[in-house]
């Protein structure tokens, strides 16, 4: 779905590497363990699909930006597996793993302030830090948000929304609306690619849901039913507690800070005795319906086409 932009995805990889290289060789040889441990770089995809969809391309002013998200985003993982403990990430070694979390949290900062430096050194609009920054206070305000939240079932979907957007479908949005502006896109052009990159990562998110519900741990990378073990609420389950004849019992369960795999497995059969699987993949197919309507009318056919395969992946991909 990236072909379009392959030979740039290409030398984004080179600048990811050379933006976490230090005169510290240990700085130097963790970077390059976390930005070379694979992903699927959707966030800076969609920055250069959003750039070579405008009028002023120049890849060379494109990359720090796109390079820069996808720092952003690696950073917060990197700190995000400190917090969850965790491994592995995507089958390798996670830097707190490896090392130890104090080495993984220094270069998680590292990271996020090499971000900010290639917006600095590129002399972009003021407008585009201030956004950068935004990001990272509602990722952080997100997770903190989560966090409280945490073994309670008195959530609805009106909050589950609220916190979700403070995650994927605010970094995606910022990616495309960002990228659409260095690329030359008007102000209009620039507003329905926000719009088009939010409801992929609204879709994004109620997907992870989804696969943590229905896959198994071979597929997904971690055990299935992770998040209720966790006492993240999540669409389905929240569908379920409003219309399972079993509702008492699985609210039992999520709460319980206790949880034992048995409990988990019973918490998973009552959510999928219900349409909660189905009402979320509905939603999750309805905002993807709004992202393909948002888009602009004067993209090139290539990158439209682009955006519509991966509004396509999100709502069929399976881990």
Request: aromatic share 6%.
């Amino acid at each position: 779905m990236f072909d379009v932009i392959k030979g740039d995805l290409e030398v984004l990889e080179q600048g990811l590497q050379e933006a976490v290289t230090s005169t510290n060789d240990l700085v130097t040889e963790v970077g390059m363990h976390i930005v070379t441990s694979g992903g699927k770089r959707i966030r800076p995809a969609l920055c250069l699909l959003s750039a070579r969809g405008g009028r002023a391309f120049d890849l060379p002013h494109v990359l720090p930006l796109a390079e820069a998200l996808e720092l952003i985003h690696t950073a917060s993982l990197v700190h995000d597996d400190v917090i969850d403990e965790a491994d592995t990430r995507r089958g390798a070694a996670t830097a707190n793993a490896r090392w130890n979390n104090q080495v993984a949290i220094l270069s998680g900062d590292y990271i996020f302030a090499r971000a900010f430096t290639l917006i600095a050194e590129e002399g972009y609009d003021p407008y585009v830090s201030k956004r950068l920054a935004d990001l990272v206070c509602n990722l952080s305000v997100g997770e903190i948000s989560q966090d409280q939240d945490v073994y309670q079932a008195t959530r609805g979907m009106s909050d589950y929304y609220e916190l979700i957007q403070k995650t994927t479908p605010d970094f995606l949005e910022i990616c495309c609306e960002l990228d659409a502006m260095v690329g030359g896109m008007d102000r209009e052009e620039m507003k329905k690619l926000a719009e088009y990159g939010h409801c992929i990562g609204m879709a994004f998110q109620i997907t992870d849901d989804l696969l943590d519900i229905e896959q198994t741990a071979e597929t997904i990378g971690k055990p299935a039913g992770n998040d209720i073990r966790q006492g993240i609420v999540t669409l389905p389950v929240i569908r379920a507690l409003e219309t399972s004849p079993d509702a008492e019992k699985l609210e039992r369960i999520v709460t319980d800070m206790e949880m034992t795999d048995e409990m988990v497995e019973r918490a998973l059969e009552i959510v999928k005795a219900t349409d909660g699987v189905d009402f979320a993949k509905a939603k999750a197919d309805e905002y993807l319906a709004r992202a393909k309507a948002a888009l602009p009318e004067g993209l090139p056919d290539a990158i439209r086409e682009a955006y519509e395969m991966v509004a396509d992946f999100i709502g069929d991909r399976d881990f």
